[in-house]
């Protein structure tokens, strides 16, 4: 049967009217301490239209938040924010999933929280400076995580997970890709252990596939998907031999827990070379839930995907973040508002809830 972007589809539990996706967008307009803000919740309710939202990457701990102003969703004071945050999706007939990442070796010690640690698979620096209070600065070289390090990321990660469904949140996708720490653990660059977290695939992989399945059992693996960024190069992570075997391995393992959906990231517009479609082929064939695509997508385009059975679901991220009515804009085939690059992680309100809608 061939699929439209308009369809209904289930998704674990839930039941989407569309299969239009809100990618996750950084946008930094959570509070100094990492409290979800009641604009957050204005701008998520504006895109409730969506078959699902994803929010922003959520730091799982605090060690995890290597940024100024993203959301955390450790603290009981960040669930009773958040709750004000999937209240409003959900009054406007939403669905909300957050997405948790953990930054890793991304980050500085300015931006994090009090008694945290910017932690890795390896003693590893990111070469790369980072939005600090104080202007850009260099990434420091992060601690290799000792084995208790490494126990209290994932439960921090299970934890997370079970505060989401306290806040509301319908899902949680686990941030696997764009070089955050799930892809520290999996890219042989940035992970040179010598243990079982590290070395030959089963080894690299562990990470990701132990938050997977800790996530799994906290809140049902039906409520859980995983993003993943093959061939990706954010945040200087270097591609190896082996990437598509490696993940579609991995795909696979992700099936096996049951996982409700897989997040393919493609950033062939944000300077990054397209996933051939090969490989994407490969990690469909190899995940047994969703699968969801998204990287540059029009509606031409996404309905042209769907129909070929290239995944189930499409995600869009800018066209969705300057077109509060992204879907209905879709439905009507209408030109879409053009994204303000300076707006895309300040600025407040400014570009951010004063995107006009059609009417
Ligand atoms: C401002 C901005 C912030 C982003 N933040 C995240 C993020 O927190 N997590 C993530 O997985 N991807 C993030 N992305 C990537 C998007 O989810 C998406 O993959 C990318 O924008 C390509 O899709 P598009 O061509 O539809 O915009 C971000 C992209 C933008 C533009």
């Not at 940035?190 to 990470?207: I, V």
């Not at 993940?247 to 049951?258: K, M, R, S, T, V």
């Not at 944000?270 to 540059?296: D, N, Q, T």
């Not at 991220?317 to 303000?340: H, K, M, S, Y």
């Amino acid at each position: 049967m061939t699929r439209h972007l308009f369809d209904p589809v289930a998704l674990g539990p839930l039941a989407l009217p569309n299969r239009i996706v809100m990618a996750p967008m950084t946008r930094n307009r959570a509070s100094a301490s990492h409290l979800p803000t009641p604009i957050m919740a204005a701008y998520y309710a504006q895109r409730a239209e969506a078959g699902l939202l994803i929010t922003e990457g959520t730091a799982p701990t605090p060690s995890g938040c290597g940024y100024a102003r993203i959301p955390g969703l450790w603290s009981e004071e960040q669930v009773a924010a958040w709750r004000v945050v999937t209240d409003a999706v959900h009054d406007r007939g939403g669905r909300i999933a957050v997405q948790l990442m953990h930054t890793g070796r991304v980050g500085h010690p300015d931006n994090q929280p009090p008694g945290a640690r910017l932690l890795a698979p390896s003693a590893v620096p990111l070469d790369a400076t980072v939005r600090t209070a104080a202007g850009p600065l260099p990434c420091p070289t992060p601690l290799a995580m000792t084995e208790a390090q490494i126990e209290a990321a994932l439960d921090g990660f299970a934890q997370a997970a079970r505060n989401a469904r306290a806040a509301g949140f319908d899902l949680v996708e686990l941030h696997g890709a764009n070089g955050y720490l799930i892809e520290q653990f999996l890219a042989p660059c940035t992970n040179q252990r010598t243990d079982r977290w590290g070395g030959d695939l089963p080894g690299r992989a562990r990470f990701a596939i132990e938050v997977a399945r800790r996530v799994g059992e906290a809140i049902g693996a039906d409520r859980v998907g995983m993003r993943l960024s093959p061939l990706g190069v954010v945040n200087r992570i270097r591609p190896w031999p082996g990437v598509p075997s490696d993940y579609a391995w991995l795909a696979e393992q992700l099936g096996g827990l049951d996982l409700a959906t897989l997040h393919l990231v493609d950033h062939r517009d944000l300077g990054g070379a397209p996933v051939p479609s090969r490989v994407a082929r490969k990690l469909r064939r190899a995940f047994s839930g969703a699968f969801i695509l998204s990287g540059g997508y029009d509606r031409a385009r996404a309905d042209a995907d769907l129909a070929a059975d290239k995944g189930d679901l499409v995600a869009f991220g800018r066209a969705f973040l300057a077109n509060p009515d992204l879907v209905e804009r879709l439905r009507r085939d209408a030109p879409l508002n053009v994204p303000d690059h300076a707006t895309f992680y300040s600025g407040e309100e400014r570009g951010y809830l004063d995107y006009p809608t059609l009417s």
